[in-house]
C-alpha cells in the first residue's frame, strides 16, 4: 500500500476540480452546525414536517446538528444560492436571533443578496442523496476514515478535525462531498479507494446502498412526473358553468379564495386568513385536516388549487413542499379495496413506466413526505362500509407517516376522524370575493362589473343566495350573457332558472322540429329523475355510471343534450381486472357523472315531488334513508317544486335534531305565501326561534322573513333568540342590527326576545336602542339578557314608558338571579352572596356575567362578600376588571363590599398586571387583603405606580400560601418573611406554587444581596431561554438569573445532549456569584467545542463537578471530561448501583475511549435494559445510556436472570459490538437469545453466549452457533434449549 496516495493523487485533484458544494457553503453549513440546539432541530423538523421515522434518527443522533444540517441541504431547506426556508423556518417558530445570525452568515459566506434569491428547483436526487450519506457515515469505521484520508491526501490538520469530532464518520462523509469524492451521480472515487483498501465488503454494501438510491431516485421522479400530468389534466379543465365548453380554464386563472375558518382547541371556530395557513394552524395536532362546507362552497375547486400550487411548485404555498402529492376523487372509488389500485386507475397513464411494486416502496418510505387528498368524501359509495382503505388510513392502521387531507360536506364527516384531527370550514364568498371573481374570470370592463354587481346587489335573497360560490360564478357567467337577470325569491327558484338557461342555450342553436325535441326533453325528464334518485337512497351512494348504460336508459339524443349543455359529463377510466398482468389487463370505460352533485340532488328533487303525495311508502322509505342534513336540498328542491309536499316534508324535519332551522330553508322555498306556507310558519313560532352566529346570511334573512310574515299574519311569536348575532341598534328605526348585516324589525306579535353574546358588556346607548326595539313590539313581556353585563344603573328619564307599562321583565342571566327594575333604572339580586364567590376559568359566559353583576350589586348595596377569589385568563381578565369600575352610562357603583381578593394565575404577572390589579383592589374600597397564588410577582416596582390609597388602607399583598414572600406596597418591593436555608431546593414534584414562592425567595435575596450557599435544580429544567436569560422550569415558570448563589447542583436523570448543558452553563453565567456547578445522575457529553463555551465562565473559574464523587470533572478550558481515577481492570455496572454511580462509570468510560486509553473489560451485571438497532449505545436499568467505547475490549453482558432477549436487542447489541472497533470478546449470560437463521459475523470478536442452564457455553461461528463439545445449534436442538431454559429459570 505504499503507493497509494501517488495512485490517487490524479482523483484527489480530479475531485477538488469537480466540487459539487461550493467551498463557501460549506463553510456556511460549518458555521450553521455550531448554532442549532436540538430543541430548535425538533421545532425546524416539525416545522418542515419531517416524517416522524426522520425526527427520532435527528433526536438520538450523536451529532443532531451536523445531521440537521445534511438534511436540510438534501430537502432543499438550505442551498447555496438560497436559505430562505430556513430563515422563515426559524421566523416561524420564533427564533429571532438565531434567524438573524444565519442571514448574517449567508451575506458573508453566500454573499445572498435579501429579496434575490435564486429559488432552487425540488431536487429529489438530493433528498435520496441525503438519505445514502446518513447510510455511508453508518458504514466508516475509524481506520477506515483514517486510510481513506491518506489516499485522498487530506491535511494533516483536517485530519485531526475528523479524528476529533463527536461523529468523525458524518463529518467524513461531508468533506468527501465537498471534495468530489462522492456525488449525487458518481461515487467512483470512492469506491476505488475502498477496494483498493481491499474492503471489498464495505465497497460492495455502499456501492448497493448507492444504486438503490439511483434506483429510487429515477423510479420517484417518473411517478412524480406522471402524477403531475395527470394533475395537470385535472386542474387545466375547469368549467365555471357548464354549457361553456369552449373555454376551458386552469384552476389558478379562476380561484378566489373564500372565506374559511379553523376550530381551535376550545372548540371554537376563529377566521384563517388564507387557506395557506392550513398546516401552520394544523401543526402538532394531527396529520389528517378536514375541510368541511356546505354544497356549492368551493371544496373541490380549492383542492383543485392545492393541486396546481404542488405541481407547479408554487414558493409561497405550503402545498408545494410535499415531494409526492396525491389526488383521489372518492366518487370514483366505490369498490376500490387499495391505495395503489386506486393510484393506478386513476392517477398512471397507459404506458406508465412505473411498477405496482415501485409504487407501494414510494408509499411506505418514512423518509418522502407524501399528501394525499381525498375529495368529496361525502359522494364515496362505500363510506358507510368499515373496513375500506380510506378508513383504514384516517383511522391511522395504514400509512401513518402521510398526510392526509379530506373534502366533505359539514354534514358528512367520517367517524374516523377524532377530536384531534384538524378541521377547517369553508364560509363562502363576501362582496370582495365576488367582485374579484367576475373581474377575473368573466369580464375586465368596469362598467360591465359593475352592471352584473348592481344587479345581484338590488335582490337580497339573490345576493344572499350567491354566498355559495358555485351559484354565484353561475349567476355571474349567465348575468354577463342576459341582459335582464330573473327576479329569484329562493334557491329552488334560482337553480330552476340556470336549467333553464343551459336549454335555452342549446336551443338557440337550432331551429324547427329538432328545437321542438330538445324542448320536450327539458320539460321531460323522468327517467334521469328516477337515476339520480335511486342513486342518493341506494344503500351506498352511486354517483358513477357506465356510459352504455346510461345511453340505454335515455336514448341517445336525450343523452346527447345533458351532456352537450353539460349537466352530464363524461370521464376516461381504467377497467382493469385483478391479477392479471398490466399490460395485458388494461382496457378503458367511459363513466358518466352529473356536472355537480347538486344538479344530482335537483332532479331526485323532481322525482321525490312528484310522488310524496300519493306514494305515501316511497316518501316513508325515502325519510328512512336519507338524512336531511346529509341532501338537505333535495329537501328544500322538492319543497319548492311541488308546494303541496312541503308540508308533509316540513312536518318531518321538524322532528329532527336542530330540525328548526332546516324546516326555515325548507318553508321559503315556497316563493307564494300560500295558507300551506303560513300552517308551515305558525308551527315554527311555536318554539323559540333562534338566530345563530354560525348560520348563514340566507338562513338568517330567511328566518327574519318568516318572522316578519307571522307578524303580518297576527300570529303570536313564542321567542326569538339572537344566539351571538346582536351587534348594534338603529336608534332612528328602532331596529336590531345582526353582525351579519341583516335588520330585524320590530315584530309585533313576538313575546320574548332573548339575547346571548359572550363575555362582553353592554353599553348604556345599546340598552337604551334595544328598550327601543322592544317598545315597538307590543306584544313583548320579557326581554332577557345571557353571557353579558349589563350597567349597574340606567337613567329613568331614558327608558321607554310603555316597557313600565306593560311591565315588561328584563332578566340579566338565565338563572333570573339578577333582573333590571326598569322603574328604578338599577340591577337588582334576587338571591343573597355566599361568603366566598369564586370566579374560574370554568365558568360559563353566563354564570360568569351573573357573579360579576351580583358583586356589582352586593357592592353598590354595601353587602358583604367575605372572599372573592379570581382565576384570571385571556377570557376572563378583560370583564373582571372592570369590577368596581364604573359600567359605561351608570353612576359610581359606591363601597365595596369585597374583603379579601384571591388572584390564582400561572407564569409571571408583568408590573402592568400587577398593576391593574391594584386599580381593581382600589375600586373595592373594603379590601384589606390580596393573595397571589401559583405566580411570579416582580420583584419591585416604581412606588410612584402604586395609589397612596392602599397604603393608607393598610392592604396587605401576600405572594403564595405560604405568606413566605409578601409585597410591601410602601417600599414597592418583595420581601421575605422568613430564611433561606443553605440549601435551597427546586424540585419536579413541587407545586406551581411551591416553585413560585421559592423562585420569588431567590429574587429576593438576589436583589439584597444575601448569599445563598446552595440552590439545587431537582429535576424540573425544560430549557434556558436566549431571550430572557431565564432558565424555564418544567411547570412553565422561569427562575431568573440568581446572583446572590454561589453553587449550583443539577439533578437530573439520562444523557444530557451538548444543548442541555450549554443551557445550564448559561444559566450559570447569570449568576454572578456562583463559581461552582455539580451534576448529579446524568452523562454529560465527553466533549464540547470550546468555542460554544463562554469565556467569562473561564475568567471566573467556575468548576464543573460531574457526579457527587468528583471522580469525574469538566475541563471549561478545554472543552472535556476529566476522569481523576485510574480504570481497574474489570468495570463493573451493577442494576444495584444508584443513578449517580452508574452515570459517574459511565462517564469515567467515557473519558478513557476519547482518550484512546484501553478499557479491558466492561460487566453489565443485571443492568443491562436494552439496546437500539443501530447500536449507538446500550440502555440501562436507570434509563441511562451507555454510549459505544471505541477501545473497548471485553464486554460481558448479564440481563435479569432468566430473560429471553428480543431480535431488535440482539441486533443492537450485535451492532454495538461492530462500532467498539477493538472489541476482543462479547460474551452474554444467563438469557435465551433469540433464533436468528444467519447471525451477522463480527470479524474480530469472539462470541460467547452462556444460557446459564447447564447446557455448556456457545460460540458463534460463521452466523451459526457452535457448541463448545463442538456441535452445531440446528432449529430443533434449538427449541429444546428454549424449553430446557424455562423449566430452569421457572
Same mark, same amino acid.
Given at each position: 500500500?505504499?503507493?497509494?496516495?501517488?495512485?490517487?493523487?490524479?482523483?484527489?485533484?480530479?475531485?477538488?476540480?469537480r466540487?459539487?458544494?461550493?467551498?463557501?457553503?460549506?463553510?456556511?453549513?460549518?458555521?450553521?452546525?455550531?448554532?442549532?440546539?436540538?430543541?430548535v432541530?425538533?421545532?425546524?423538523?416539525?416545522?418542515?414536517?419531517?416524517?416522524?421515522?426522520?425526527?427520532?434518527?435527528?433526536?438520538?443522533?450523536?451529532d443532531?446538528?451536523?445531521?440537521?444540517?445534511?438534511?436540510?441541504?438534501?430537502?432543499?431547506?438550505?442551498?447555496?444560492?438560497?436559505?430562505?426556508?430556513?430563515?422563515?423556518?426559524?421566523?416561524?417558530?420564533?427564533?429571532?436571533?438565531?434567524?438573524?445570525?444565519?442571514?448574517?452568515?449567508?451575506?458573508?459566506?453566500?454573499?445572498?443578496?435579501?429579496?434575490?434569491?435564486?429559488?432552487?428547483?425540488?431536487?429529489?436526487?438530493?433528498?435520496?442523496?441525503?438519505?445514502?450519506?446518513?447510510?455511508?457515515?453508518?458504514?466508516?469505521?475509524?481506520?477506515?476514515?483514517?486510510?481513506?484520508?491518506?489516499?485522498?491526501?487530506?491535511?494533516?490538520?483536517?485530519?485531526?478535525?475528523?479524528?476529533?469530532?463527536?461523529n468523525?464518520?458524518?463529518? $467524513? *462523509?461531508?468533506?468527501?462531498?465537498?471534495?468530489g469524492?462522492?456525488?449525487?451521480?458518481?461515487?467512483?472515487?470512492?469506491?476505488?479507494?475502498?477496494?483498493?483498501?481491499?474492503?471489498?465488503?464495505?465497497?460492495?454494501?455502499?456501492?448497493?446502498?448507492?444504486n438503490?438510491?439511483l434506483?429510487?431516485?429515477?423510479?420517484?421522479?417518473?411517478?412524480?412526473?406522471?402524477l403531475?400530468?395527470?394533475?395537470?389534466?385535472?386542474?387545466?379543465?375547469?368549467?365555471?358553468?357548464?354549457?361553456?365548453?369552449?373555454?376551458?380554464?386552469?384552476?389558478?386563472?379562476?380561484?378566489?379564495?373564500?372565506?374559511?375558518?379553523?376550530c381551535?382547541?376550545?372548540g371554537?371556530?376563529?377566521?384563517?386568513?388564507?387557506?395557506?395557513?392550513?398546516?401552520?394552524?394544523?401543526?402538532?395536532?394531527?396529520?389528517?385536516?378536514?375541510?368541511?362546507?356546505?354544497?356549492?362552497?368551493?371544496?373541490s375547486?380549492?383542492?383543485?388549487?392545492?393541486?396546481?400550487?404542488?405541481?407547479n411548485?408554487?414558493?409561497?404555498?405550503?402545498?408545494?413542499?410535499?415531494d409526492?402529492?396525491?389526488?383521489?376523487?372518492?366518487?370514483?372509488?366505490?369498490?376500490?379495496?387499495?391505495?395503489?389500485?386506486?393510484?393506478?386507475?386513476?392517477l398512471?397513464?397507459?404506458?406508465?413506466?412505473?411498477?405496482?411494486?415501485?409504487?407501494?416502496?414510494?408509499?411506505?418510505?418514512?423518509?418522502?413526505?407524501?399528501?394525499?387528498?381525498?375529495?368529496?368524501?361525502?359522494?364515496?359509495?362505500?363510506?358507510?362500509?368499515?373496513? *375500506?382503505?380510506?378508513?383504514?388510513?384516517?383511522?391511522?392502521?395504514?400509512?401513518?407517516?402521510?398526510?392526509?387531507?379530506?373534502?366533505?360536506?359539514?354534514?358528512?364527516?367520517?367517524?374516523?376522524?377524532?377530536?384531534?384531527?384538524?378541521?377547517?370550514?369553508?364560509?363562502?364568498?363576501?362582496?370582495?370575493?365576488?367582485?374579484?371573481?367576475?373581474?377575473?374570470?368573466?369580464t375586465?370592463?368596469?362598467?360591465?362589473?359593475?352592471?352584473?354587481?348592481?344587479?345581484?346587489n338590488?335582490?337580497?335573497?339573490?345576493?344572499?343566495?350567491?354566498?355559495?360560490?358555485?351559484?354565484?360564478?353561475?349567476?355571474?357567467?349567465?348575468?354577463?350573457?342576459?341582459?335582464e337577470?330573473?327576479?329569484?325569491?329562493?334557491?329552488?327558484?334560482?337553480?330552476?332558472?340556470?336549467?333553464?338557461?343551459?336549454?335555452s342555450?342549446?336551443?338557440?342553436?337550432?331551429?324547427?322540429?329538432?328545437?321542438?325535441?330538445?324542448?320536450?326533453?327539458?320539460?321531460?325528464?323522468?327517467?334521469?329523475?328516477?337515476?339520480?334518485?335511486?342513486?342518493?337512497?341506494?344503500?351506498?351512494?352511486?354517483?358513477?355510471?357506465?356510459?352504455k #348504460?346510461?345511453?340505454?336508459?335515455?336514448?341517445?339524443?336525450?343523452?346527447?343534450?345533458?351532456?352537450?349543455?353539460?349537466?352530464?359529463?363524461?370521464?376516461?377510466?381504467?377497467?382493469?381486472s385483478?391479477?392479471a398482468?398490466?399490460?395485458?389487463?388494461?382496457?378503458?370505460?367511459?363513466?358518466?357523472?352529473?356536472?355537480?352533485?347538486?344538479?344530482?340532488?335537483?332532479?331526485?328533487?323532481?322525482?321525490?315531488?312528484?310522488?310524496?303525495?300519493?306514494f305515501?311508502?316511497?316518501?316513508?322509505?325515502?325519510?328512512?334513508?336519507?338524512?336531511?342534513?346529509?341532501?338537505?336540498?333535495?329537501?328544500?328542491?322538492?319543497?319548492?317544486?311541488?308546494p303541496?309536499?312541503?308540508?308533509?316534508?316540513?312536518?318531518?324535519v321538524?322532528?329532527?335534531?336542530?330540525?328548526?332551522?332546516?324546516a326555515?330553508?325548507?318553508?321559503?322555498?315556497?316563493?307564494?305565501? *300560500?295558507?300551506?306556507?303560513?300552517?308551515?310558519?305558525?308551527?315554527?313560532?311555536?318554539?323559540?326561534?333562534?338566530?345563530?352566529?354560525?348560520?348563514?346570511?340566507?338562513?338568517?334573512?330567511?328566518?327574519?322573513?318568516?318572522?316578519?310574515?307571522?307578524?303580518?299574519?297576527?300570529?303570536?311569536?313564542?321567542?326569538?333568540?339572537?344566539?351571538?348575532?346582536?351587534?348594534?341598534?338603529?336608534?332612528?328605526?328602532?331596529?336590531?342590527?345582526?353582525?351579519?348585516?341583516?335588520?330585524?324589525?320590530?315584530?309585533?306579535?313576538?313575546?320574548s326576545?332573548?339575547?346571548?353574546?359572550?363575555t362582553?358588556?353592554?353599553?348604556?346607548?345599546?340598552?337604551?336602542?334595544?328598550?327601543?326595539?322592544?317598545?315597538?313590539?307590543?306584544?313583548?313581556?320579557?326581554?332577557?339578557?345571557?353571557?353579558?353585563?349589563?350597567?349597574?344603573?340606567?337613567?329613568?328619564?331614558?327608558?321607554?314608558?310603555?316597557?313600565?307599562?306593560?311591565?315588561?321583565?328584563?332578566?340579566?342571566?338565565?338563572d333570573?338571579n339578577?333582573?333590571?327594575?326598569?322603574?328604578?333604572?338599577?340591577?337588582?339580586?334576587?338571591?343573597?352572596?355566599?361568603?366566598?364567590?369564586?370566579?374560574?376559568?370554568?365558568?360559563?359566559?353566563?354564570?360568569?356575567?351573573?357573579?360579576?353583576?351580583?358583586?356589582?350589586?352586593?357592592?353598590?348595596?354595601?353587602?358583604?362578600?367575605?372572599?372573592y377569589?379570581?382565576?384570571?385568563?385571556?377570557?376572563?381578565?378583560?370583564?373582571?376588571?372592570?369590577?368596581?369600575?364604573?359600567p359605561?352610562?351608570?353612576?359610581?357603583?359606591?363601597?365595596?363590599?369585597?374583603?379579601?381578593?384571591?388572584?390564582t394565575?400561572?407564569?409571571?404577572?408583568?408590573?402592568?398586571?400587577?398593576?391593574? #390589579?391594584?386599580?381593581?383592589?382600589?375600586?373595592?374600597?373594603?379590601?384589606?387583603?390580596?393573595?397571589?397564588h401559583?405566580?411570579?410577582?416582580?420583584?419591585?416596582i416604581?412606588?410612584?405606580?402604586?395609589?397612596?390609597?392602599?397604603?393608607?388602607?393598610n392592604?396587605?399583598?401576600?405572594?403564595?400560601a405560604?405568606?413566605?414572600?409578601?409585597?410591601?406596597?410602601?417600599s414597592?418591593?418583595?420581601?421575605?418573611?422568613?430564611?433561606?436555608?443553605?440549601?435551597?431546593?427546586?424540585?419536579?414534584?413541587?407545586?406551581?406554587?411551591?416553585?413560585?414562592?421559592t423562585?420569588?425567595?431567590? $429574587? #429576593?435575596?438576589?436583589?439584597?444581596?444575601?448569599?445563598?450557599t446552595?440552590?439545587?435544580?431537582?429535576?424540573?429544567?425544560?430549557?434556558?431561554?436566549?431571550?430572557t436569560?431565564?432558565?424555564?422550569?418544567?411547570?412553565?415558570?422561569?427562575l431568573?438569573?440568581?446572583?446572590?448563589?454561589?453553587?449550583?447542583?443539577?439533578?437530573?436523570?439520562?444523557?444530557?445532549?451538548?444543548?442541555?448543558?450549554?443551557?445550564?452553563?448559561?444559566?450559570?453565567?447569570?449568576?454572578?456569584?456562583?463559581?461552582?456547578?455539580?451534576?448529579?445522575?446524568?452523562?454529560?457529553?465527553?466533549?464540547?467545542?470550546?468555542?460554544?463555551?463562554?469565556?467569562?465562565?473561564?475568567?471566573?473559574?467556575?468548576?464543573?463537578?460531574?457526579?457527587?464523587?468528583?471522580?469525574?470533572?469538566?475541563?471549561?478550558r478545554?472543552?472535556?471530561?476529566?476522569?481523576?481515577?485510574?480504570?481497574?481492570?474489570?468495570?463493573?455496572?451493577?442494576?444495584?448501583?444508584?443513578?449517580a454511580?452508574?452515570?459517574?462509570?459511565?462517564?469515567?468510560?467515557?473519558?478513557?475511549?476519547?482518550?484512546?486509553?484501553?478499557?479491558?473489560?466492561v460487566?453489565?451485571?443485571?443492568?443491562?435494559?436494552?439496546?437500539?438497532?443501530?447500536?449507538?449505545?446500550?440502555?440501562?436499568?436507570?434509563?441511562?445510556?451507555?454510549?459505544?467505547?471505541?477501545?473497548?475490549?471485553?464486554?460481558?453482558?448479564?440481563?435479569?436472570?432468566?430473560?429471553?432477549?428480543?431480535?431488535?436487542?440482539?441486533?443492537?447489541?450485535?451492532?454495538?459490538?461492530?462500532?467498539?472497533?477493538?472489541?476482543?470478546?462479547?460474551?452474554?449470560?444467563?438469557?435465551?437469545?433469540?433464533?436468528?437463521?444467519?447471525?451477522?459475523?463480527?470479524?474480530?470478536?469472539?462470541?460467547?453466549?452462556?444460557?446459564?442452564?447447564?447446557?455448556?457455553?456457545?460460540?458463534?461461528?460463521?452466523?451459526?452457533?457452535?457448541?463448545?463439545?463442538?456441535?452445531?445449534l440446528?432449529?430443533?436442538?434449538?427449541?429444546?434449549?428454549?424449553?430446557?431454559?424455562?423449566?430452569?429459570?421457572?
Amino acid at each position: 500500500m505504499a503507493d497509494s496516495p501517488s495512485t490517487h493523487e490524479a482523483t484527489g485533484s480530479e475531485g477538488q476540480q469537480r466540487k459539487s458544494t461550493p467551498p463557501a457553503f460549506w463553510r456556511f453549513k460549518i458555521a450553521l452546525s455550531t448554532i442549532l440546539t436540538i430543541k430548535v432541530i425538533l421545532e425546524l423538523a416539525v416545522t418542515f414536517g419531517y416524517p416522524n421515522a426522520l425526527v427520532d434518527e435527528l433526536q438520538g443522533a450523536s451529532d443532531s446538528a451536523l445531521l440537521m444540517v445534511m438534511v436540510m441541504e438534501g430537502r432543499g431547506q438550505i442551498h447555496p444560492t438560497d436559505i430562505s426556508p430556513l430563515l422563515g423556518a426559524l421566523e416561524d417558530t420564533g427564533h429571532h436571533g438565531i434567524a438573524t445570525d444565519v442571514r448574517a452568515w449567508s451575506l458573508e459566506y453566500l454573499d445572498i443578496i435579501p429579496g434575490n434569491e435564486q429559488k432552487p428547483k425540488k431536487s429529489l436526487e438530493l433528498s435520496s442523496f441525503g438519505r445514502f450519506k446518513i447510510a455511508l457515515s453508518t458504514a466508516l469505521r475509524e481506520q477506515t476514515i483514517q486510510n481513506l484520508g491518506a489516499i485522498f491526501d487530506y491535511p494533516r490538520a483536517l485530519m485531526d478535525e475528523i479524528r476529533n469530532a463527536k461523529n468523525s464518520a458524518l463529518l $467524513m *462523509t461531508m468533506h468527501m462531498e465537498e471534495r468530489g469524492q462522492i456525488q449525487p451521480a458518481d461515487i467512483s472515487p470512492l469506491l476505488t479507494a475502498l477496494k483498493d483498501l481491499r474492503l471489498h465488503g464495505v465497497a460492495s454494501d455502499v456501492e448497493g446502498q448507492f444504486n438503490e438510491h439511483l434506483r429510487i431516485t429515477g423510479k420517484m421522479a417518473a411517478f412524480i412526473e406522471e402524477l403531475k400530468e395527470t394533475c395537470h389534466t385535472l386542474y387545466d379543465k375547469i368549467q365555471p358553468i357548464p354549457y361553456i365548453k369552449e373555454k376551458l380554464y386552469s384552476v389558478d386563472k379562476v380561484f378566489i379564495e373564500v372565506g374559511i375558518e379553523y376550530c381551535d382547541s376550545r372548540g371554537s371556530w376563529k377566521t384563517l386568513s388564507s387557506y395557506r395557513g392550513i398546516f401552520s394552524v394544523a401543526k402538532g395536532t394531527s396529520r389528517i385536516q378536514v375541510i368541511e362546507g356546505d354544497p356549492g362552497y368551493g371544496k373541490s375547486t380549492l383542492a383543485l388549487q392545492l393541486v396546481y400550487d404542488w405541481c407547479n411548485e408554487v414558493s409561497d404555498s405550503p402545498f408545494c413542499k410535499p415531494d409526492i402529492l396525491i389526488f383521489l376523487n372518492l366518487r370514483q372509488l366505490g369498490g376500490i379495496t387499495s391505495i395503489i389500485d386506486a393510484i393506478e386507475q386513476f392517477l398512471l397513464p397507459r404506458d406508465s413506466s412505473v411498477k405496482r411494486l415501485d409504487v407501494e416502496h414510494l408509499l411506505n418510505d418514512r423518509d418522502i413526505r407524501i399528501l394525499v387528498i381525498f375529495d368529496a368524501y361525502d359522494e364515496y359509495p362505500d363510506q358507510h362500509i368499515g373496513d *375500506t382503505f380510506v378508513t383504514q388510513i384516517l383511522e391511522e392502521k395504514m400509512l401513518r407517516h402521510v398526510d392526509v387531507l379530506l373534502t366533505t360536506r359539514s354534514s358528512c364527516i367520517p367517524p374516523a376522524c377524532g377530536s384531534r384531527t384538524g378541521r377547517f370550514r369553508l364560509t363562502g364568498f363576501d362582496e370582495g370575493a365576488r367582485e374579484q371573481y367576475v373581474r377575473k374570470a368573466v369580464t375586465g370592463d368596469d362598467e360591465e362589473v359593475q352592471r352584473i354587481l348592481e344587479q345581484l346587489n338590488t335582490n337580497p335573497i339573490l345576493r344572499d343566495i350567491c354566498q355559495a360560490p358555485l351559484f354565484s360564478v353561475m349567476y355571474a357567467h349567465v348575468a354577463h350573457e342576459e341582459e335582464e337577470f330573473h327576479n329569484v325569491r329562493s334557491v329552488t327558484g334560482f337553480f330552476e332558472y340556470m336549467i333553464d338557461c343551459f336549454h335555452s342555450h342549446a336551443q338557440n342553436k337550432v331551429s324547427g322540429g329538432k328545437r321542438k325535441q330538445l324542448q320536450m326533453f327539458a320539460d321531460n325528464h323522468h327517467a334521469l329523475d328516477k337515476l339520480a334518485f335511486d342513486s342518493l337512497t341506494g344503500a351506498n351512494q352511486q354517483l358513477l355510471w357506465d356510459k352504455k #348504460v346510461v345511453i340505454k336508459k335515455f336514448g341517445a339524443e336525450f343523452y346527447g343534450l345533458y351532456t352537450d349543455i353539460g349537466i352530464l359529463v363524461e370521464e376516461e377510466v381504467i377497467n382493469r381486472s385483478r391479477g392479471a398482468k398490466r399490460a395485458q389487463s388494461i382496457q378503458y370505460r367511459t363513466e358518466v357523472h352529473f356536472y355537480h352533485k347538486l344538479f344530482c340532488e335537483w332532479f331526485a328533487a323532481c322525482h321525490l315531488a312528484k310522488r310524496v303525495t300519493s306514494f305515501q311508502a316511497l316518501f316513508r322509505n325515502f325519510c328512512k334513508r336519507v338524512n336531511p342534513y346529509d341532501l338537505q336540498f333535495v329537501y328544500r328542491f322538492a319543497c319548492g317544486i311541488n308546494p303541496a309536499a312541503a308540508k308533509r316534508i316540513i312536518n318531518l324535519v321538524q322532528k329532527k335534531p336542530d330540525g328548526d332551522k332546516f324546516a326555515v330553508l325548507c318553508a321559503l322555498e315556497q316563493e307564494e305565501n *300560500t295558507e300551506d306556507v303560513l300552517s308551515t310558519v305558525r308551527d315554527l313560532v311555536l318554539r323559540d326561534v333562534y338566530i345563530r352566529e354560525n348560520d348563514t346570511r340566507l338562513l338568517q334573512r330567511t328566518t327574519v322573513q318568516l318572522l316578519e310574515l307571522a307578524s303580518q299574519k297576527e300570529v303570536p311569536i313564542k321567542c326569538i333568540d339572537l344566539d351571538r348575532t346582536f351587534e348594534t341598534v338603529d336608534k332612528e328605526l328602532k331596529n336590531i342590527v345582526l353582525k351579519s348585516g341583516v335588520v330585524l324589525r320590530p315584530i309585533v306579535s313576538l313575546q320574548s326576545l332573548n339575547i346571548r353574546m359572550e363575555t362582553a358588556t353592554v353599553s348604556g346607548q345599546d340598552l337604551i336602542g334595544i328598550f327601543g326595539f322592544v317598545g315597538q313590539c307590543s306584544n313583548l313581556m320579557r326581554l332577557s339578557f345571557d353571557g353579558c353585563v349589563l350597567p349597574l344603573s340606567i337613567p329613568t328619564e331614558l327608558i321607554d314608558d310603555s316597557l313600565i307599562t306593560r311591565d315588561v321583565k328584563v332578566s340579566c342571566c338565565p338563572d333570573n338571579n339578577v333582573l333590571l327594575n326598569l322603574r328604578s333604572g338599577k340591577l337588582e339580586s334576587k338571591t343573597n352572596l355566599p361568603g366566598e364567590v369564586r370566579i374560574q376559568n370554568s365558568d360559563t359566559a353566563a354564570s360568569l356575567a351573573s357573579k360579576i353583576m351580583q358583586l356589582m350589586v352586593a357592592s353598590a348595596d354595601h353587602a358583604t362578600v367575605t372572599e372573592y377569589i379570581v382565576t384570571f385568563d385571556d377570557t376572563t381578565s378583560s370583564m373582571i376588571l372592570k369590577l368596581g369600575i364604573s359600567p359605561p352610562g351608570a353612576s359610581p357603583p359606591g363601597a365595596s363590599s369585597v374583603k379579601k381578593l384571591e388572584v390564582t394565575e400561572s407564569g409571571h404577572i408583568s408590573e402592568d398586571r400587577f398593576v391593574q #390589579v391594584l386599580a381593581c383592589v382600589k375600586a373595592l374600597e373594603d379590601i384589606n387583603e390580596v393573595v397571589f397564588h401559583g405566580c411570579i410577582l416582580p420583584v419591585s416596582i416604581s412606588t410612584e405606580r402604586i395609589d397612596h390609597s392602599l397604603i393608607t388602607r393598610n392592604v396587605k399583598v401576600s405572594c403564595c400560601a405560604d405568606n413566605k414572600v409578601e409585597f410591601n406596597l410602601r417600599s414597592g418591593k418583595l420581601k421575605n418573611n422568613t430564611e433561606l436555608p443553605d440549601d435551597v431546593c427546586i424540585r419536579s414534584s413541587d407545586t406551581e406554587a411551591e416553585q413560585a414562592s421559592t423562585i420569588m425567595q431567590l $429574587m #429576593v435575596a438576589s436583589a439584597d444581596k444575601i448569599p445563598v450557599t446552595c440552590l439545587t435544580l431537582g429535576g424540573c429544567i425544560e430549557e434556558f431561554d436566549v431571550t430572557t436569560s431565564n432558565m424555564v422550569l418544567t411547570s412553565g415558570l422561569s427562575l431568573p438569573g440568581v446572583s446572590s448563589v454561589m453553587k449550583l447542583k443539577v439533578t437530573e436523570s439520562g444523557n444530557m445532549s451538548e444543548d442541555q448543558c450549554l443551557q445550564v452553563l448559561a444559566f450559570v453565567k447569570e449568576c454572578r456569584d456562583m463559581n461552582k456547578v455539580s451534576f448529579d445522575g446524568c452523562v454529560l457529553p465527553v466533549s464540547i467545542p470550546t468555542e460554544r463555551i463562554d469565556h467569562s465562565l473561564i475568567t471566573r473559574n467556575v468548576k464543573v463537578s460531574c457526579c457527587p464523587d468528583n471522580n469525574v470533572l469538566f475541563n471549561l478550558r478545554s472543552g472535556k471530561l476529566e476522569s481523576t481515577p485510574e480504570l481497574p481492570d474489570n468495570v463493573w455496572i451493577r442494576s444495584s448501583d444508584t443513578v449517580a454511580e452508574q452515570a459517574s462509570t459511565i462517564m469515567q468510560l467515557m473519558v478513557a475511549s476519547a482518550d484512546k486509553n484501553p478499557i479491558t473489560e466492561v460487566s453489565l451485571v443485571r443492568s443491562f435494559s436494552s439496546a437500539g438497532s443501530d447500536g449507538l449505545s446500550l440502555v440501562l436499568n436507570s434509563g441511562l445510556c451507555l454510549p459505544w467505547l471505541s477501545s473497548l475490549q471485553k464486554l460481558w453482558i448479564g440481563p435479569e436472570w432468566g430473560r429471553e432477549v428480543t431480535v431488535d436487542e440482539w441486533t443492537g447489541i450485535l451492532n454495538y459490538a461492530k462500532h467498539s472497533q477493538l472489541l476482543k470478546r462479547l460474551w452474554i449470560a444467563d438469557c435465551l437469545l433469540p433464533w436468528l437463521d444467519n447471525n451477522p459475523n463480527l470479524a474480530n470478536t469472539r462470541v460467547v453466549w452462556d444460557p446459564e442452564c447447564y447446557d455448556g457455553i456457545y460460540t458463534l461461528q460463521s452466523g451459526r452457533w457452535q457448541h463448545e463439545d463442538g456441535h452445531v445449534l440446528t432449529r430443533g436442538a434449538y427449541a429444546d434449549l428454549v424449553t430446557k431454559f424455562r423449566e430452569f429459570w421457572r
